[in-house]
Nanobody, 130 residues
Framework: QGQLAESGGGSVQAGGSLRLSCRTHGYIYRHLCMGWFRQAPGKERELIATIDTAGGSDYVIDSLAPRFTISQDRAKETTSLQMNFLRSEDSGIYYC???????????????????????WGQGTQVTVSS
């Protein structure tokens, strides 16, 4: 199993933007379902966005789709999460995950396979102040 390294978190005022990155190591990057989870204080970790690295299809949950975008850079073997118009409720720790067993279908399929995943990177903190 490879390793994941999230970066890009920080503190921002409401309405601002952040771009998170997840660098993979030791995976065949083109053969992955990649996902971003987040965990707000006192809440369960939830899967919010996925991408199938083989075909490039992507998915963001409906409540965040207008503001968040998931993308990838295959050359850098990195998956990113662009977050715009941030709100205080977006604060939390953001984690990425990689599933090497479910790629090649669709981002929605990745979502179903990743939602109960229990292996993530170390996470990156996002704090949005109002």
């Amino acid at each position: 199993q490879g390793q994941l390294a999230e970066s890009g978190g920080g503190s921002v005022q409401a309405g601002g933007s952040l771009r998170l990155s997840c660098r993979t190591h030791g995976y065949i990057y083109r053969h992955l379902c990649m996902g971003w989870f987040r965990q707000a204080p006192g809440k369960e970790r939830e899967l919010i966005a996925t991408i199938d690295t083989a075909g490039g299809s992507d998915y963001v949950i409906d409540s965040l789709a207008p503001r968040f975008t998931i993308s990838q850079d295959r050359a850098k073997e990195t998956t990113s999460l662009q977050m715009n118009f941030l709100r205080s409720e977006d604060s939390g720790i953001y984690y990425c995950a990689a599933d090497a067993n479910s790629w090649g279908r669709s981002a929605r399929y990745c979502y179903e396979s990743l939602r109960d995943f229990n292996s993530w990177g170390q996470g990156t903190q996002v704090t949005v102040s109002s």
